[in-house]
């Protein structure tokens, strides 16, 4: 630790005295180092033409750091990826910590060079933020928002409300990977060493997504929720439809077995690196395809079809040949789990 | 309360399954109504053209409610204030709520009201946001992130580095309302009745000062750190040095009481409806008068002016004719004041 800090967080940090502008230099200003935050002003100023995304998360994790992330790598991959989720190329973060008194700076270090190498893959720069320090037991540890803005290209049109029967639905990878690694690392389970979190920037992905095919309706990341939820949404915003294959579904061995122990539906499991598309029936072979040579995508799958029955609902064909309604997750899930 | 909501936030509000919907959509959606908003995609989406400014904060005031405001309003004033300062023209706002489990619905309904009323006041909508739950003991009630995107007009160039030898310095009304307000309702002082904060959103007030003269060279709002963070802020950014006169900076007197009795120091009080703003010589004084038709700028006056001398250095001429300098504050302050 360089300078006259202490190695602790103290109240005086986000006082908005000479102890936090120390730390705002030390903590962010170096690493995350770029014009338009270095500017140091109100506000992050910049060019912009056309249709704009703006999304917004905040980020409570626990534990802050997991096999496969940490906080820092989750607050940028969140928000990089709900952007992605319409389409836009992710640009521009904004970054706001609230810091209980007494946490280690060194752990501050190390979330934001997370941050940084998260971004810097992203391709994105966080160009403003903001710093609250609470006093202990006040909150837990650190909790991070970041907002995001992104870019999106002429005639691209996604949104929730466009799937229509025909489609078919995909998946990007295996699911429960994230809220399996969280829990297991947060409960000391025995599984934890072998399952990691999912997390990942989706930008990348999808921009290779949207130069194959013109006919992606949809796309939600299932993060809390998991599956289910992103299914039903789209079902309920389109007004269609959903028929899914459960076997089909990619679900990892571990995250299978680790679901059957402690009860828990891989449907309802956040992910933090998986998207879900709703695209034209005529191009999803060659879409999961595509996807597949992404190192994001290797595990790609059509997973169902948008079909004229039940509007508004989602029904699996399992396994055994049964059908039953995947409906909204509901009561207690896993708290904290982004 | 309508609906099947309880009337506590439980876990499972924060899960993303049925009852994190319901809450979304009785809390947010409702009161908050606006197409963008709800769209509920991932982002919204809207179209920019030009120069635009974007700001975040996060709110983690303790009291939520105080004479003159709450977290609610304070958190869009406080965004929309930041965008003002860099002379944008505040549009869209996220909001971002980590609540405590155990909080209670009818409080959510009131902050919302209270964000609604200024948003509306200020021009401006919430179009994204985001909703987490932690455990009791894990968070203190609420903490707000909100992040803003503004407009910024052709030819508009405002900076905290602008700021010219020969310019005056202008600052829109008393300081140290908020910091004694939220201290005195926290602490329970009898003075408390009788200081209300100045919360409110500058964004009107400026766009009149930007329409007034085209040398406004910077504005910064003292919030944290107070009337002294920001003139040293300006002083050093843009080396120059500042002299300012103790007689013309308006305090109103049951604050300067307060601070007698309590031993502060009005230039380190936080302030949320007030702007120092850096403007050419010969327009400061019809700048001044036009900014004393306004509401929010009735007190405004000419505190100071940008001198040669002590670059980076803000120097006071006191009441009694001293001279000393005043420095970044430094040390505890107050905690938790916005």
New interface residues.
């Given amino acids: 630790m360089a300078g006259t800090m202490k190695d602790k967080i103290l ?2 940090h ?8 120390e730390m705002i230099r030390e903590c962010f200003l170096g690493p995350l180092n770029n014009p338009l935050l270095d ?22 994790v626990n534990p802050l750091f997991f096999p496969g992330g940490d906080i820092g790598k989750l607050s940028v991959c969140g928000t990089v ?3 992605s ?2 389409g ?1 190329a992710p640009m ?1 973060l ?5 810091i209980e008194e007494g946490f280690d700076i060194e752990q501050i270090h190390l979330i934001v060079a997370s941050i940084r190498s998260t971004a810097a893959e992203a391709g994105v720069e966080i ?4 710093t ?4 202990r ?4 540890r650190l ?1 991070i ?1 970041t ?4 870019r ?1 290209a002429h005639g691209v049109k996604i ?2 409300r466009h799937a229509r029967i025909g489609d078919k639905i995909i998946l990007s990878g295996t699911i429960g990977d994230h809220g399996i690694a969280v829990l297991g690392r947060r409960e000391g389970f025995a599984f934890e060493t072998r399952i990691e979190s999912d997390c990942a920037p989706l930008n990348g992905l999808v921009a290779q997504m949207l130069k194959e095919s013109e006919e992606i309706r949809s796309m ?2 299932p ?4 599956l289910a ?1 992103v299914l039903n ?1 789209i079902a309920e ?1 389109s007004k269609v439809g959903m028929k899914i294959e459960e076997q089909s579904l990619p679900v990892c061995s571990a995250v299978r077995t680790a679901c059957d122990f402690l009860g828990m539906d891989p449907l ?1 499991l ?1 992910n933090e690196g998986k998207l879900v598309a709703v695209v034209s029936g005529g191009d999803a072979e060659k879409l999961v395809s595509k996807m597949r040579h992404h190192k994001y995508g290797r595990n790609a799958a059509v997973i169902g079809k948008i079909v004229a029955d039940h509007p508004g609902s989602v029904v699996m064909k399992t396994c055994i040949g049964s059908h039953r309604i995947i409906p ?9 789990i982004c």
């Fill in positions: 109240l005086a986000g006082s908005g005295g000479s102890l936090s502008r500017a140091l002003e109100d506000a992050a100023v910049f060019n912009a033409n056309g249709r704009l995304a703006f999304t917004t998360d905040s980020y409570v990826n709900d952007l989720m319409m836009a521009y904004s970054l706001s910590l609230i160009v403003t933020g903001d609250k320090v609470v006093e037991r006040k909150a837990d909790f928002n907002a995001g803005i992104g999106i949104s929730s939600r990341d993060t809390r929720g998991g939820a949404e915003q309802h956040a909204w997750p509901s009561g207690e899930l896993l708290p904290r």
